[in-house]
């Protein structure tokens, strides 16, 4: 491979890596700022078949389906995010007790 193919190769990765990044916050975003009406609950739209009002239609009680799946995602990322910050937290203390405390720590 020569220079011009890894740096094309280099770019595209970045791009998509941003692509990711951008998209993920925009639904995180939306997902924590979003209307609890839109998937609240509406008896009288039961089992609507995807549509322009409906992206993914409606439930069995009438809940928006595609808004549902943005709230999940946002939620899931939420959960990601603080179970990798928690993780990373006890590692810190780990690393930091192994450091000071020396053979104890280590040896175990």
Do not use: E
């Amino acid at each position: 491979m020569d220079k011009r193919q890894i740096w094309n190769r280099r770019i595209l990765v970045a791009l998509l890596v941003s692509a990711a990044v951008v998209y993920l916050a925009g639904i995180f975003f939306w997902g924590i700022s979003m209307d609890p009406s839109c998937y609240d609950t509406n008896y009288a739209d039961k089992f609507i078949s995807p549509g322009s009002k409906h992206w993914f239609g409606t439930d069995f009680v009438g809940r928006d389906m595609f808004y549902r799946c943005i709230k999940g995602l946002s939620n899931s990322l939420i959960v990601g995010i603080l179970a990798s910050v928690v993780s990373s937290v006890i590692a810190l203390a780990a690393g930091i007790a192994s450091a000071v405390l020396g053979g104890r720590w280590t040896d175990v």
